[in-house]
Structures are given as C-alpha cells and as structure tokens.
C-alpha cells in the first residue's frame, strides 16, 4: 500500500519511520515532509493546508491511508473532505477536532459530563476579562479559545500577567482569530502527563503515557514551544493509574462524545495533572504530539497501519490492548537559540554522520535542508534525539552523551528534559 503523511516535522519523520516497517506499507510519501525523511519516504511539494491538492494527489496516485499529523487540516475539515471523496485517512472529522479546536468546547464537554477538570470562565471581551481577573485568585491559567501551535497557553501568576496575557491574545492579536475568545483556568497543581489512547468511537485504548516539556529553557522557564523533549512512559503512570485514567477520563470522555453525537475516529491524546485528588484533565488534541510521537513509535510493538485502518474500521473492539515494548525512551529538541521568537538557521549540522553507529539513538528530522550532501538548519526545531533503552535515567544520560557528538551555530536545548523524575540528577544549566 501505498501511504501519504501530511506534515513536516519530527512528528511526522516518526510516523514515517514506524509506517516504514509495517508490512503492507509499500511506498510512503510525504506532503511536504522535511529532508531528514528522504531515505524512507518522497516528498510531495503541497502543504499541510492544500486540502483539495492533497486529495487530488491521493487519488491520482492510489494512496491506500492518508495520516494526518499536524492539529490545522483535522480543525480544517480535511477528514471530512477525503470521505466525500471515498479517500482512506486517519484522524478524527471537524466536528471531532474542535475537541482540540475549540478550547471552550473541551471545557463544556468536561463540564457537562463531569469528566475532572479545573474551574473555567468562558470570556469574548477583554474588558469583562479584566474585571473578572482583577479579583481573581492567582496562579491561574489564560488559553486562547483556538489553535495556537501549543503557545497560547499563558500561567499568570498576578493580575498584571494575566492583564498581559489578555492583551497579547485578544488585543495585539498574537493568535489571530484564535484569540476571538479566551478560557481563563484553575491553575491545576500536580504532574504533568499526557495520555495517548486510540479510539474507533466505539473503543477507546490508551497507548501509553509521556511527559512533555514545553518551555524553552530550564525549569520550566521562558516561553512555551512546540515541545523541547519529552519521555515515555511517565514513571507517575503505572498501571493503576492508567486504570484509573481510562475508568475516569478516557472511557467518559467517548461516552461525552457519543452522546453529543460525535464520531471521534483517531488519536486522542489527553493532557493531564496528577492531582491529589486524582487525574484532572488540562486539554485534550486530536492527533499525536510532537516531540511525544518521537517517544511513542519507537515503543509501538504493533504495526502502525493495521491499527490505522482497525480504527477507521471500527475493529478496535477485537483488541484486548495496544502493546508497548517495556524500554523506555527519551527525546531531546535540539533547536535554534532564539525559537520560539526570533531565530536565524541555514547552519550546517556537524556530527550526523558519526550519530549512525548508536544502535540505540533515533534522530528525528523536524527542521532540516539537505544540500550537497550536507544538512543545514532549517527552522526553530532541528533535531530529536531519541534514545530508547532499559532504566529512564540510564537512557537520559545516554541522550546527552550522544548530543556532545553533534553541532550547529546556535544550537539551544535543554539540559533538564526529565528532570521531575525521581533521582533524575539536574543537568548543569547551559
Ligand atoms: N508537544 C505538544 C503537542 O504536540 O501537543
């Protein structure tokens, strides 16, 4: 069969190394997809949002499973499309991803399910914002109702934060029409971990658990990005938990969706703060993660594409559960000094080649341009280093072993990915 990827980062470089070993997967394309992927996959020069150009280039060249790895085309309506036109794709349809579209919508649902979350005020003018946050009680969270590449995610710790953050999505527009609407949060206080689970709509399994972390430097500082590393499994999430988990989040959230009416086919990935009281949900997504996917696939012990086309087929149910190889894996950003503001890149890239003799390290493409035999920087996200191996910490020291061996000008990443862990010694900082 023959696959496309619509993507081009990290997150996609690992769908497409994890789809590269299934069985029945012949040729994988990707559109547009990265350099770091032209070993095992063509690159298709149509973007993430050409919806219809995608389409056509399904159809004209037989794609058996179009996967969709960034959030944008799914709120897009891009599923929706490709089933009109009898095309196969994983995700979930519009409807589905405004779970992650929508960040009013995920409120009401938890809402009125009882589903456990934080307290929430829904707000449209910024001036009924102000007054409401002029006394409310702090830290608290300000979300932009919409999509905002993970950074319109603002914890205020006063009231002349959260007149900032209010400013910044609603005024100056930072998140363009995203910002039409905001959702001022509990700040929920526990640990971090994000649940990613399949569901057919009628099945729901986890598939395992991570952690992400997304501020730019140490200890959780500085402005949130895409992701600057994450691991899998989350040690907080043994299997109790995870019961727990799909007993109090997972299975009520299917039960929500269905009684809304709601389709959900695809990725559900969950984040979620381990509270004294139990698991409480922060948000929910409508596809893998990035740079969680670079932690997830490398753990998969299953094929990728028959759990695709079991999802879409409804025929999860024939599943007792997803298996997990029983490592553990890490992955480092390593990224522009500069991301997720301002940054320069067309640097090249010193140490990759040397980086293939570690039978245990992954590196996964999100930002990279190969000329002349040589790869050069490409975009705030360069590089995920994967390290998959037995004991966290063993294979987090490995991780940053192995960066020693690789550079570019202004290469940034963090040095304490990890380091809530119990015993996760504290990097030095940069
Ligand atoms: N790394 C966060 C996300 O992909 O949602």
Redesign the pocket.
């Known amino acids: 069969m023959k696959v496309l990827i619509v993507g081009d980062g990290g997150r996609e470089h690992a769908l497409a190394w994890k789809l590269y070993q299934s069985e029945n997967v012949d040729k994988i394309f990707a559109a547009p997809g990265n350099d770091g992927m032209l070993e095992i996959a063509e690159r298709v020069d149509i973007d993430a949002d050409e919806i219809e150009a995608l389409a056509d280039f399904a159809q004209e060249n037989g794609i058996g499973m179009t996967v969709v790895g960034p959030e944008e085309p799914l709120v897009a309506g891009i599923v929706d499309y490709f089933v009109e036109r009898g095309l196969p794709i994983f995700g979930p349809k519009k409807q589905a991803a405004l779970l992650e579209g929508s960040k009013a919508f995920a409120k009401e649902i938890l809402d009125k399910y009882n589903i456990p979350t934080g307290e929430y005020e829904v707000f449209t003018d910024p001036d009924t914002a102000l007054n409401y946050l002029e006394n409310a009680k702090y830290p608290l969270v300000v979300k932009a109702n919409g999509l905002a590449g993970?950074k319109g995610v603002i914890v205020a710790s006063n009231y002349q934060a959260a007149q900032d953050a209010v400013a910044r999505i609603m005024e100056d527009k930072a998140f363009g029409d995203a910002g039409d609407r905001i959702v001022v949060e509990d700040f929920i206080e526990g640990e971090d971990v994000s649940i990613f689970a399949l569901t057919d709509g009628q099945t729901i399994l986890p598939v395992t658990s991570t952690r992400?972390h997304k501020a730019v430097f140490e200890g959780e500082e500085g402005p949130n990005t895409?992701?600057m590393g994450s691991y899998s499994p989350s040690p907080y999430v043994d299997q109790e938990m995870m019961e727990q988990i799909c007993r109090e989040i997972l299975r009520p959230t299917l039960h929500a969706l269905n009684s809304e009416g709601i389709d959900y086919r695809g990725v559900l990935?969950v984040g979620i703060i381990l509270t004294e009281n139990g698991p409480e949900v922060i948000d929910y997504?409508a596809r893998f993660?990035?740079?969680?996917t670079q932690v997830i696939m490398p753990l998969l012990a299953e094929d990728l594409l028959e759990l695709m086309q079991m999802t879409n087929d409804v025929k999860l149910k024939y599943k007792k559960e997803i298996e997990i190889y029983g490592s553990d894996a890490v992955c480092v950003v390593l990224a522009s000094a500069g991301y997720p503001l301002t940054y320069a890149s067309g640097y090249e890239i010193k140490g990759l080649e040397n980086l293939k003799y570690h039978d245990d390290l992954l590196v996964f493409h999100s930002g990279t341009r190969l000329e002349n035999g040589k790869y050069y920087t490409d975009r705030g996200r360069v590089l995920g280093m994967t390290v998959v191996g037995e004991g966290i910490l063993s294979v987090i020291n490995t991780v940053y072993d192995y960066i020693e061996e690789v550079n570019f000008k202004d290469m940034h990443y963090r040095t304490d990915i990890g380091f809530t862990i119990p015993d996760v010694p504290q990097a030095p900082v940069e």
């Open positions: 993970g992400e895409g992701g990935h997504n993660g990035d740079p969680e």
